[in-house]
């Protein structure tokens, strides 16, 4: 079953435009991450944010995690064309050893339109 | 690095063959794992090697599926037979054992069994 859900299943911008999508889960995590996924290919990893972090940076990436609301939103400031692509969130279980156990949603198409 | 390399590209076969997907992990990560990739479900884990060793195949759907790794460059997943609900595409990815946080995926197979 589904742990992350993205929300939304699609966004359109224009480039040079901020791009937010959030991510829900249903049980307690160890860690969440986000992945990019570029059509026809492999997903590569973006950031991990761990249970007792709020916030993240990484270049342009900015993520949150509010554990309270089970939620995590993924920024992408001023983008481009070249971050057109699926972006999916990925959970790691809270429980011990299990951190392997990624868990992903089905993703947020992104379309940045130059 | 080359990254984690995967072959073939494309695979399409008929219902009732076998198919043998290969992967080779970047050079001394020591987990592996295989996922698997569809519309309906999303991205599913499989199975999980950790040094070469079988640790979680709870994600391996039937008896139809089977991975091996017999050396720490090398796996394989095998569907035999082949039905066309195995049509998905399947990523191998690894990640040092002492970090697997962080997941590096290969370009997936894209199998298409008719």
């Known amino acids: 079953s589904q742990q992350g859900e993205e929300d939304p299943q699609a966004l359109s911008i224009q480039e040079g435009e901020n791009a937010t999508m959030n991510c829900s889960y249903k049980t307690s995590i160890n860690n969440l991450q986000w992945y990019r996924q570029n059509s026809g290919r492999g997903l590569v990893h973006l950031i991990l944010i761990r249970s007792n972090e709020r916030e993240k940076h990484s270049g342009r990436l900015r993520v949150t995690l509010d554990t309270s609301k089970k939620s995590s939103s993924l920024l992408i400031t001023a983008s481009r064309a070249a971050d057109t692509a699926s972006y999916f969130c990925a959970t790691a279980p809270y429980s011990g050893g299990s951190n392997y156990k990624l868990t992903f949603g089905k993703g947020t198409l992104l379309t940045v339109n130059p | ?114």
């Not at chain 2, 076969?13 to 309906?40: A, D």
């Not at chain 2, 884990?45 to 950790?50: D, E, G, P, T």
């Not at chain 2, 790794?69 to 997943?77: D, G, R, V």
């Not at chain 2, 002492?98 to 298409?112: E, I, M, N, V, W």
């Open chain 2, 1 to 114: 690095d080359a990254g984690v390399i995967q072959s073939p590209r494309h695979e399409v076969t008929e219902m009732g063959q076998e198919v043998t997907l290969r992967c080779k992990p970047i050079s001394g990560h020591n987990s592996l794992f295989w996922y698997r990739q569809t519309m309906m479900r999303g991205l599913e884990l499989l199975i999980y090697f950790n040094n070469n060793v079988p640790i979680d195949d709870s994600g391996m759907p039937e008896d139809r599926f089977s991975a091996k790794m017999p050396n720490a460059s090398f796996s394989t997943l095998k569907i035999q037979p082949s039905e066309p609900r195995d049509s998905a595409v399947y990523f191998c990815a690894s990640s040092w054992v002492a970090d697997t946080d962080t997941q590096y995926f290969g370009p997936g197979t894209r199998l298409t069994v008719l």
